[in-house]
């Protein structure tokens, strides 16, 4: 896939780190598809079984339920729950990882949606986290990287 089909099809986020908080983050600016408040931890929710297609190592972990007031792309199933797991991909070290937004579905649990996202910070504390999605696009994981990696190359 070409860059141009990426860059139309990209879409970010950025959340903040609550103050006096290690996991608590919140909307800050770009494109409103997650919930004002998110929580992102790194392996603080119970381990992921590393079994099937991916056998990357789990990083971390997003989880946030929408509130009434929020809105949001994903905000599709009560009860408007969201959770994902975050994969490492070695080959990419300058992103934290990558995973499929898992959303509640009809009957209330969780199923990805297929649609990618890219997790990136600056820092190392991670006080600031890009969330970048392509939507649709979990098959298309290199190439989004690939994308990526030119950008924050050219513009960290």
């Known amino acids: 896939m070409n860059k141009e089909f990426f860059a139309a099809n990209h879409k970010l986020s950025v959340y903040t780190l609550k103050p006096d908080t290690s996991t608590s983050y919140y909307y800050s600016s770009g494109a409103v598809l997650l919930p004002n408040r998110i929580c992102i931890t790194e392996n603080q ?9 991916n056998r990357q190592k789990v990083v971390g972990q997003i989880k946030a339920t ?5 809105n949001g792309t994903y905000k ?30 009809e009957s209330g649990r969780i199923k990805e949606t297929g649609d990618l996202v890219i997790l990136y910070s600056a820092s190392a504390a991670r006080d600031e986290i890009e969330i970048h999605f392509f939507p649709g696009m979990l098959k298309e994981l290199h190439g989004a990287f690939q994308y990526l990696h030119e950008i924050k190359r050219r513009n960290p």
């Open 76 to 105: 599709q199933n009560s009860p408007y729950h969201i959770h994902t797991n975050i994969w490492e991909l070695p080959e990419y070290n300058l992103f934290w990882g990558y995973g499929s937004i898992g959303i509640s579905n």
């Open 45 to 53: 929710f119970a381990p992921a079984i590393n079994t099937g297609v």
């Open 66 to 70: 929408f509130a009434k007031k929020d």
